[in-house]
């Protein structure tokens, strides 16, 4: 045949569009997609959309979620009722309402009139809503009360009021919103009110009480896993929740002198007991204690009046037993940290945040003995400065912990010298120390010896305000320690020149050593102007980014590497290195 060449026919590429030409992509989306997107926008702009195209002009109206904000709108109260009323009015019947938002302002001038916000509540019980967030004040929101949880296809509930006055409602009828599953109230509540709301909720699974005020709570759920409540001057809580599997209870101030749970299912509970006081009975925190008995995660916090001690009336010891507790996390600043004798066999991460004075440095060994089969600790160590020279005179805390692998320790430097451990599978160490004092450094040699099998280091030291001339903080009269193990190391505190020769040292004590990070904190000398800025300034050398803030050197197990590091170092030091 003539004219062929057996060739295949050649493929035809469409033109890409010019770079002017703008593409919708937006309009390629369906209606499902389109919705999802509009129901993360306040309503006030998902209405903006209409402007866009023919196709968006009614759209947002079929929205599932509408969000209306008092405060993000207009001034008028009028208003913003008239546009409420024509976005409930003219949305689709047959489209389902997901969720419904409605926050008023906090001035009283402008709250909203009953009669409007009933007839709301109504319009969307006929869109059959599902969650409802409502923020106004406490005299509207107890008026609404009984038409809120007479929508039967509310499954979820938020409610906060900004004043805690305090109504009686009174239930006469059984609750109709049986479906109903989570549950948040913000306002103060009578005790019997609430006591008939949680026990007529039969699938309610999670529960937040806030700004309780009554005396007495008593309440209790056959359903409720988690649980979470903030008590304020109550004194008697009585608790029955069956299949509770998360307690969270926050006592301010607290004033408790009767605890009753039965949660034999809790895994993980927390109290934060603030302004602790002497009459609270110690019966009521060994019984809390006790309803976290099968907890596998534990959050204690006790903060008493200053360190108040309380032995007027903790006499006796508190023996507990926490057989499947993995994870503590405690803090307190209550002195008589022995009468806490707890057996944690299964304990294997703790988190302990402790203040105390000089007169009670055996209670706290006491304490920390219990918490020795630890695998990971952050151990924080907190004083009062006026007994912080007193210190170096107390006795020492002997501790062992022969299993602990990381270590987050912060405390003040004077405290170091109190802190003897064995923790000989220690691999990680992050250090925080405060207030460092040139009298403060000696001791420091002697805690990084309880270091020297770690892998990781990292080092963060504060200088002390009053500190006025730079001081040696790793290489105190020659005594640094072999860190045979040693392989990434990271120090963050003023890189002045005693400093920088403290680091060359190390590196000559440190045989495997592949990665070092410096970084430059600038000392405290805005507010002390006796300091001498030009003594304070960094020695580090310029970085790539061309400031003397940060430094970072690797492979420094190579000898080369090693050797280039330290004459990178000494560049910008105005004396000769120390002889290693």
Known sequence: MAGTTGLPPPITVDPPPPQDVLIDWLSDLPDLLLLKILSFLPTYLAAQTSCLSRRFRHLWSSSPSLYFDCCSLRDDTAWFINTVDQVLRCRDSSATLESFCLKTSYNSERCLPLYPVLGWIDRINELGVRHIDLTMDTGTAYQLFWDIFSIKSLESLHIKTFDLENYSHGFETVIACTRLKSLYLWFNMDSPD????????????????????????????????????????????????????????????????????????????????????????????????????????????????????????????????????????????????????WEMPALRKANICLSFDKRFVPAVSSFLKHIANVVDLNLTIETYVHFENTYLRCSEMQLSFPRLEYLEFSCRMCLLELFQAEMPVLRKADIHLSNAKEEFVPPVSGFLKLLANVVDLKLIVKDDMDQLTPFNILVPYESLPLFPCLNNFELSTPCHEATIKDVINLLENAPVLNCLKMHHRDPCIARNKDKKKMYWRSKLPRNSEGNFQHSCYTDLHKRDEKSRAIKLLSRRLTSKKRKI
């Open 194 to 341: 609430l006591t008939q709301l949680i026990s007529g909720l039969p699938v309610l699974e999670y529960l937040e009480l806030w700004a309780v005020e009554q005396d007495t709570v008593d309440i209790s759920s056959p359903s409720v896993k988690t649980l979470k409540m903030e008590c304020r001057c109550c004194k008697l809580i009585k608790l029955d929740f069956p299949k509770l599997e998360t307690l969270r209870l926050l006592s301010h101030p607290c004033k408790l002198e009767m605890f009753q749970g039965e949660m034999p299912l809790v895994s993980k509970v927390e109290f934060r007991l603030s302004y602790f006081r002497n009459n609270m009975p110690l019966l009521v925190l060994e019984r809390m204690l006790k309803t976290a008995a099968n907890a596998k995660e534990l959050k204690l916090s006790i903060q008493t009046y200053n360190g108040t001690c309380v032995e007027t009336y903790l006499k006796c010891e508190m023996q507990l037993c926490f057989p499947r507790l993995d994870c503590l996390q405690f803090s307190c600043n209550m002195c008589n940290l022995h009468l806490f004798q």
